[in-house]
Each structure stands twice: as structure tokens, then as C-alpha cells.
């Protein structure tokens, strides 16, 4: 049976000091006059309730900008498997960041599972915070349907007039929610409030572009040789601005760091991106994507048809991040809506 709560508005500031209390709690924060971070927080006036999405996703806590994966000395032959983790509830998660979490799930518990991203998944609790509105004219949540939360939490809050209500969706969640006396199990009233806002979030939310999603798969696969890719070209500034901010994206490259005494060292996994240019270098100086336009098409493809014939399911979740942040000013609504033109 489906388990809601209740937290009243008057005890959210309790909520948040008991949270930060049993584990490390971060929560979008603030940082200039439009951007958001999650950070580390401590108290309630911290936290950002009404944010758009934060400059970095969620998943800089799933797998690091730079992480130790091996430590070793070759005078001893020693070698050893760095597994860091740290116990962390990561809150106010909306819900395109939730399903940016299941993406890389999908990916890093994939054969060969991915060990270092697993053990540092186990001990993050997500608490998600359902959208009730768009964030701002970039999202496209509507389109991929990420504006409703599609599991991929233990917690979600909704916000009401006066209330929070909070669905229980895992053991882990109970047993936190267990801990705090201020939340208590949900009355009529407050599902009724619940159904309510949900019932007026599907006049709010529609597809942002004029197409079904089943639609974006068959459209990028016929679009590969399209001329909006030519236009691209001549934006882009293969900054790899929009592979880092996204949520899905998931590239890396392995780097050894080596002491001056060539003895110790480390491997580090580092963030990489696609749209570098030798991202697609191999030996010899042969580049499968040498141009800037052929990149940014690879990029879409990662989103809209690769990911969904092997893992049925699309890889952008329509945060508006790649077009937020592109100081080229390319816009994921317009480059889709270009390409069914050009279908036409």
C-alpha cells in the first residue's frame, strides 16, 4: 500500500536541521542572481525551494568531475582499488534530475557494472521535489514527459498552500522518515489538495514542439545527413558546455597522475566530452568526427536514438540545460524543430 505524509510548512525549517543532522544533506543553494548549485547544507534558509536547474546536475555526486580509481607503487608492485563513498540524502532533486539519475543507473549497472558508481549510488538518498510549474523557456519536460516523477527516489515532496506532501517509495525512505516527529501520515484533505494540483498540472505542462515523442527516434534517424547540422557547425565553439551540464551525459577519459619519482602514482576518471575534438582521435591522427557539426549531431544522437534502441528509453530529460548554458546560443527546441521542417 502506498505510504503519503504530511510536513507542514511551519516545520520545514525543523525538517531540514534534522536531516543535516543524521548525514551530510545538500540541497540546491543559490548562487548569483539565476543560477543554482547543489551544495552542502545546514539550515533551511539555505536551501532553494524555487530554483531552476542547478548549473551542474546530481550527477557530480554519482560519479565525480575527478575521481581516484587506483592508487599504486610500481618499487612495491602494489596496486589498490580506491572505492570512496560517502553517505549523503541529496534533496529537492526535481523530477528531470530524477530521471537523469535512472538514465545513468541504466548505464553504470549495465555488464560490465560499473563498481565505483554503484557503491557511491547505494549510499545516496534522493528526495525528490516535484515540479508544479515550468522552471523557465527552456525546458522541455512536457515533451519527454519528466515533468511527473517516474520513480527514481526514495522521497518525493510536493509542494501545497500550506503543506508538503510526501510519498514514501523505499524501505531507505520509511526508516528516515521514521526518525522525524514532525511529518505525520496524510489526511483526506491533503490528497485531496494533492490530486487538485496535479489535475492542474496537465493544463500547465504540454509538449513544448509540435511532435509526439514516439516521433523523436524516426526523426533523428532520418536525419542524419540533415543541413541544420552544417548550421550548427558554424555556431558551435566545442566548448563542451552542453555534455557537462547534462545529466545524462556520462563520458570520461582515465588519466595517470605520476609522482615526480616516477614510483607512486594514480588513475583518475575524469569527465570528458564528445565534443572535444580528440574525443574521436585514435591512433594514426584519424578523427571519426573531426567537425564541430558532426559532433553536435553524435551529441543529439546520444539522446534522441542510440540510448533508446538499446535501453528503450530516451536519454534527454528535458531540463533545458544544453541550451541554458550554450554559449553559442543553440537551442535544443529550435535545432528539433528545424530538422521536422526540413522532414517536411
Given at each position: 500500500?502506498e505510504q503519503?505524509?504530511i ?8 525538517f531540514?536541521?534534522?536531516?543535516a ?7 540546491p543553494?543559490?548562487r ?8 552542502e547544507?545546514t539550515a533551511?534558509e539555505?536551501?532553494?525551494l ?7 546536475p546530481?550527477?557530480?555526486y554519482?560519479m565525480?568531475q575527478n ?8 618499487k612495491?608492485n602494489k596496486w ?14 526535481h523530477?528531470c ?7 545513468l ?8 557494472n560499473?563498481?565505483h ?5 547505494k ?14 523557456e ?30 514514501v517509495n ?10 522525524l516527529a514532525m511529518v505525520?501520515?496524510a489526511?483526506?484533505e ?9 489535475n ?6 504540454q509538449?513544448?514542439?509540435d ?6 527516434k ?6 542524419f ?7 550548427i ?8 558546455n552542453c555534455?557537462n551540464v ?7 577519459d ?12 594514480k588513475?583518475?576518471r575524469?569527465?570528458?566530452?564528445c565534443?572535444?575534438r580528440?574525443f ?6 584519424e578523427?571519426f568526427?573531426p ?12 539522446k ?7 535501453y528503450?528509453r ?12 550554450c554559449?553559442?546560443?543553440?537551442n535544443l ?6 530538422l521536422?521542417?526540413?522532414?517536411k
Amino acid at each position: 500500500m502506498e505510504q503519503y505524509l504530511i510536513l507542514f510548512k511551519n516545520d520545514f525549517d525543523d525538517f531540514v536541521e534534522r536531516l543535516a543532522k543524521i548525514q551530510k544533506l545538500v540541497a540546491p543553494v543559490k548562487r548569483g542572481s539565476k543560477s543554482f548549485a547543489f551544495d552542502e547544507v545546514t539550515a533551511a534558509e539555505d536551501v532553494s525551494l524555487n530554483y531552476i536547474p542547478t548549473i551542474l546536475p546530481p550527477k557530480k555526486y554519482f560519479m565525480p568531475q575527478n575521481e581516484t580509481i587506483v592508487e599504486y607503487e610500481k618499487k612495491q608492485n602494489k596496486w589498490e582499488a580506491i572505492l570512496y563513498s560517502e553517505a549523503i540524502t541529496l534533496f529537492g532533486v526535481h523530477t528531470c534530475d530524477l530521471a537523469g539519475i535512472q538514465c545513468l543507473n541504466l548505464v553504470f549497472s549495465d555488464r560490465p557494472n560499473d563498481v565505483h558508481y554503484i557503491i557511491r549510488k547505494k549510499r545516496i538518498l534522493i528526495i525528490g521535489l516535484e515540479c508544479n510549474d515550468y522552471c523557465d523557456e527552456y525546458a522541455t519536460c512536457g515533451l519527454m514527459d519528466n515533468h511527473n516523477a517516474n520513480g527514481g527516489y526514495d522521497l518525493l515532496m510536493t509542494e501545497l498552500e500550506d503543506r508538503f506532501v510526501i510519498h514514501v517509495n523505499t524501505v531507505d525512505g520509511e526508516e528516515l522518515m521514521g526518525k522525524l516527529a514532525m511529518v505525520k501520515p496524510a489526511d483526506a484533505e491533503s490528497m485531496t489538495m494533492l490530486n487538485k494540483m496535479r489535475n492542474k498540472k496537465r493544463e500547465v505542462f504540454q509538449p513544448e514542439i509540435d511532435i509526439e515523442r514516439k516521433e523523436l527516434k524516426p526523426l533523428f534517424e532520418e536525419s542524419f545527413q540533415a543541413e541544420v547540422w552544417d548550421s550548427i557547425h558554424e555556431k558551435c565553439l566545442s566548448c563542451g558546455n552542453c555534455t557537462n551540464v547534462c545529466p545524462t551525459c556520462y563520458c570520461y577519459d582515465v588519466e595517470d597522475e605520476i609522482d615526480l619519482d616516477f614510483n607512486k602514482g594514480k588513475m583518475v576518471r575524469k569527465w570528458d566530452s564528445c565534443q572535444s575534438r580528440p574525443f574521436a582521435m585514435i591512433s594514426g591522427g584519424e578523427n571519426f568526427r573531426p567537425e564541430r557539426g558532426g559532433r553536435q549531431r553524435h551529441r543529439y544522437m546520444r539522446k534522441f536514438n542510440y540510448p533508446f534502441e538499446k535501453y528503450n528509453r530516451y536519454f534527454c530529460t528535458g531540463c533545458g540545460r544544453c541550451s541554458r548554458t550554450c554559449m553559442a546560443k543553440i537551442n535544443l527546441k529550435e535545432t528539433i524543430e528545424t530538422l521536422i521542417e526540413e522532414k517536411k
